[in-house]
Each structure stands twice: as structure tokens, then as C-alpha cells.
């Protein structure tokens, strides 16, 4: 039943020029879905590693968690698990002119319009992304672990993430599960914005009850390599925006571009220097850097200090939290905006 809904949806979405790329997203689907098995069935298989046991009995137990303290959908998502053979489910192409930090906006008829387009073949999106680079378009590839059928279908655990760190699994499924509580068709970077604020603080409750001095040492650690990261990023969009904004000559602009971002390059190594040996972010650098780049950090980050000024005003009170963003979600774009830039400007 669910792969003919998912073929019916890909045939109600798609026009002519974008059926092969929504038979690819059926296809991938369908694929996940072939190899789900319950997460129960697998505990109780003695044939299963004890290792996987271990971790799928623990991602049971941050899913329980959840739904009974965050308040987020006690559903059958995250319920199941799937081995899909590859590091990653998706790969994300973003896209940005060659002056302009904004990134190209796709439209679908049940997402609505997003800042990147996924493909479940990295072969895929490699072709994507050089067919809009040949346009002139700055472009970024990214492999995703994990992404929501934002409450349409129930989503797995999957081996991209399994093997993640307890409040790295946390943090991922929270904020997972916080596009089933609240989601804007069209608004990008308000959904995953306010799927941030959700993990960080249901990351923080899961480990005061449940983490080790060590583990909460150690994502107090990482998330100022966040931080950092974040930082060293939205200063330099900041600059681009500027550049990009002004009456300098197209050649100047692009001298200064490559200047910046040459620059975001040196300073991030050298920060690195502080980071006990951290590389987590050498796979994003790894990619000739481009407005693509900035605009992928962009959308997790832009609405994050309205969001969590939000969260602040009811006093880390999650469900009252949760009414307030479905308030704003119901407002027309514009009244939204101004509602969060008295919360918080945009970044």
C-alpha cells in the first residue's frame, strides 16, 4: 500500500521535467522501506550482532524519551530499522548565484519550496550539481544521515546514523521528530531553525537525566566547535552579502569574493588548532568553497536565537513552546518575520 501511494504522490507531484527526478525519490523510498525490519524483531533475533542490539536498544530508549518528556509525536517513526548499505540516505545539492548568499529554491507539491534538492544516488546529485554550476551557479554537495518524511510516512533508524555517539543519536532524532510537531510549507529556514532549538535543548534534558560527567563534558565541547564554526560562517556570508549588495565592478566583486572565502578557509584551519584534534568539518571544506556553502549553514541557523528566545519566554516549558511556533506557522510570511525579528534579529 505504501509503494503505490508513493508512486501515486510521485505522479501527482511531478511534471515532464521533473518525473525522473521524483521516480529517483520513489525509488529510494521504496528502497528504505524494502529493507525496514521492527526494531523489536531484531532484539529478539539471536542471530543479530549484540553490538547493533546494544544501539538499537538505546535509540528505543532516546525515542521513548522523546515523546514522554519533549512532548514530541509518540508515532511509529523511528520504530524500525533499515540497513540501506551506504554512509549516507540522501545527498543535498544547494545552489547560490555567483552574487548572492540566498540559495535557489526548489518547489514541491507537499515540501513546498526548500533551499536544496536530495537525491538518494551521490552519482545523482554530482550530476545536478554540475549541470547548475555550468548555468554559473555556485553549488555544494552534501551527504545527509538522516532527513523526514515530515510525518507523511513513519521514518526509520537507519546504519547512516546508528553508530553515532549517544547525544549525537539524541540530538538527530529530536530533531527529527520536531518536523512532525511543527512545519511551514515554503519556509526553510524557519523549520529547521526551530528543529535546532528542539535538539539542543531535548539533548541537554536527555543528558542531565541520563549522560555521564564524561558525555556531557564532550557535547559541551563539540558544540562550541559548533559555535565557532557557525561563526566563522555567518561573518563571512555577512561580508559577501555586503559585497553583493554594493556598486562595485562584477571583476571586483569577484576578486573580493575569492579573497573572503580564501580567507574563511585560513581562518577556519587555524581555529582548528583549538579543537583537540576535532575534524568534523574538513568534509564541508573539502569542496571548492562558493555562496552554496554559506547558504547550506544558513538555513539551520538564521531563526535559531529567535527561537530560542521563544523558548526562553515560557520558560523552557516545551509544549507551550511548541503552541507558540504553531501560532507564528499560522501567520501570513511577512507578520511571521517581524514576529521573530522582535524575538531576535536574523542572522
Known amino acids: 500500500m505504501r509503494a503505490v501511494i508513493a508512486v501515486l504522490l510521485a505522479l501527482l507531484l511531478g511534471g515532464c521535467a521533473n518525473f525522473s527526478y521524483y521516480l529517483q525519490s520513489v525509488g529510494g523510498q521504496l528502497e528504505i522501506w524494502r529493507r525496514e525490519v521492527p526494531v523489536q524483531q531484531l532484539i529478539n533475533d539471536p542471530t543479530v550482532a549484540p553490538p547493533l542490539k546494544a544501539r538499537l536498544e538505546r535509540a528505543l530508549r532516546i525515542r521513548d524519551y522523546a515523546s514522554r518528556e519533549l512532548g514530541l509525536p ?8 533499515a540497513d540501506i548499505k551506504r554512509p549516507f540516505v540522501v545527498w543535498n545539492v544547494f545552489a547560490a548565484a555567483e552574487f ?8 514541491f507539491a507537499v515540501a513546498g519550496c526548500v533551499g536544496y534538492r536530495g537525491y538518494f544516488a551521490e552519482a545523482d546529485a554530482r550530476r545536478q550539481a554540475a549541470a547548475l554550476a555550468a548555468e554559473g551557479y555556485d553549488v555544494y554537495v552534501g551527504g545527509v544521515p538522516a532527513y523526514s518524511t515530515i510525518g507523511w510516512f513513519a521514518d526509520p533508524l537507519l546504519n547512516t546514523f546508528i553508530h553515532y555517539p549517544e547525544p549525537e543519536l539524541a540530538r538527530l532524532l529530536f530533531h527529527e521528530l520536531a518536523h512532525q510537531v511543527v512545519y511551514v510549507t515554503d ?3 524557519f523549520n529547521e531553525s526551530f ?31 559548533r559555535a565557532d564554526f557557525r561563526l566563522l560562517v555567518t561573518r563571512t556570508r555577512s561580508e559577501l552579502a555586503e559585497l553583493y549588495a554594493g556598486t562595485a565592478a562584477p571583476e571586483e566583486k569577484r ?36 555562496n552554496a556553502h554559506l547558504a547550506s549553514v544558513a538555513i539551520y541557523t538564521q531563526r535559531v536565537p529567535a527561537f530560542e528566545a521563544l523558548l526562553r519566554q515560557h520558560e523552557g516549558n516545551l509544549p507551550r513552546f511548541y503552541a507558540a511556533v504553531r501560532e507564528l506557522a499560522a501567520l501570513p510570511v511577512n507578520e511571521r518575520n517581524t514576529r521573530l525579528d522582535a524575538l531576535a534579529p536574523l542572522l
Open 195 to 225: 528543529a535546532t532549538v528542539v535538539e539542543q535543548a531535548g539533548v541537554a534534558r536527555w543528558l542531565a537525566a541520563h549522560g555521564s560527567a564524561a558525555e556531557r563534558e564532550r557535547y559541551a565541547q563539540l558544540r562550541r566547535f
Open 187 to 189: 519556509d526553510t529556514v
Open 100 to 107: 548572492s548568499v540566498e540559495p535557489k529554491q526548489w518547489c
Open 74 to 81: 509518540d508515532n511509529p517513526s523511528y520504530r524500525a530499522y
Open 255 to 290: 576578486r573580493r569574493k575569492a579573497e573572503l572565502l580564501a580567507a574563511l578557509l585560513t581562518q577556519y584551519r587555524e581555529r582548528k588548532g583549538d579543537w583537540s584534534g576535532f575534524s568534523g568539518y574538513d568534509r564541508w571544506f573539502a569542496q571548492p568553497l562558493g
